[in-house]
């Protein structure tokens, strides 16, 4: 799959980079070569190979959840830097 300079533009404002225009034929060769790799690996024949162990076979490692008291308002509020009673204050995000 060729990817095209326009294409790295797109990429790299959704990734919000800036990339210079010496480097973005280099890059969209070195992404080129990749997605072709890719796509080779879609042609290997894995019939009949056993599925190796990893991480999608692991079981959970986290701790049991534990019922606690809570702490309260006047804990969990100590540092806020506004606040309302029980609540925290923040600025408006959305005008």
Known sequence: MKISTHEIEKIA?????E????????????LSHILQYIDKLKDVD???VKLSSGAAFMNNVLR????????GPLVTLANAPQRDDDFYMVPRVVK
Do not use: F, M, T
């Not at 404002?13 to 980079?17: D, G």
């Not at 990339?19 to 070195?30: G, L, R």
């Not at 049991?64 to 702490?71: A, H, I, N, Q, Y």
């Open 13 to 17: 404002h959704l990734a919000r980079l």
């Open 19 to 30: 990339i210079d225009d010496s480097q973005k034929e280099k890059i969209a060769e070195q």
């Open 46 to 48: 894995v019939d009949g």
């Open 64 to 71: 049991d959840d534990k019922l606690k008291v809570s702490p």
